[in-house]
Each structure stands twice: as C-alpha cells, then as structure tokens.
C-alpha cells in the first residue's frame, strides 16, 4: 500500500462532527512500516487529536522512532500544511531532509521538506545546557 493510499482510507474514518474538515496522515517509518492516523475532534472542539500527531503515535505504539516520508491528504482548494504542533512533532522524529507530500482529495499536490515547513526548528540541542 502507498502513503497516498494509506492516508486517503483512514481519512475516511475521521471523526469531525465539529469541523467536517477529515484529515488523514500517513508515514513511513525508517523500517518501510507505513503507520495512519486520522483527526479526531470532540465536543469541546478545537481540542482533539491532528492526523498527523494520531499516525505519530502509531509508530511509536509500535516500536519505531525515525520518520522517513509523511503524506498529508484532506478535501481542500489547496494542499493542507500540517499545523505548527505538528509540524514539531513530525520534526521530533524526522530529519530536515525528509520529505512532506501534501494531497487535496482533487488530485493536487505539493512536496515539501520538513525544513521547509519548520525553519528554525527547536530542537534538543537548544537545551545542551540544562
């Protein structure tokens, strides 16, 4: 299965009664495992869970730390960055290099790297001397 795949079906199984804005997220692990999330909203929205932070969580569910490849996909005009949460979290575990495919459902895309959408990153050498 691709990313594209991956993300496109677990983006059908979003729980965004609030929004209905569905999201999905796919990522391939450094193994070759591709892990989904989806967003999940509830009542007391804005608060829930990004698709990408949902297929984050997958991979560390299941063992895995390294991101190699993400595909973001949701029904807009245009392809949908990642919010400033997640673009942190994706670069917790990816390196600036890694590649960020953002999908409309209509076919449109535009690639990306993780530096691209976080300059300036905060990483953990910022905190060398704590």
Do not use: W
Request: with cysteine.
């Amino acid at each position: 299965m691709s990313l594209l795949e991956a993300a496109t079906q677990v983006r059908e199984r979003a729980y965004a009664p609030y929004s209905r804005f569905k999201v999905g997220a796919a990522i391939r692990a450094a193994s070759g495992a591709i892990y989904s999330g989806c967003n999940v909203e509830n009542v007391a929205y804005p608060e829930g869970t990004c698709a990408e932070a949902g297929a984050i969580a997958a991979m560390v569910a299941a063992g895995e730390t390294k991101i190699a490849e993400v595909l973001v996909i949701a029904d807009s005009p245009a392809p949908v960055p990642p919010c400033g949460g997640c673009r942190q979290k994706i670069a917790e575990f990816a390196g600036q290099e890694v590649k960020v495919t953002l999908c409309t459902t209509d076919g449109a895309s535009r690639v990306m790297t993780v530096a691209d959408l976080l300059p300036g990153v905060f990483t953990a050498a910022h905190m060398d001397r704590a």
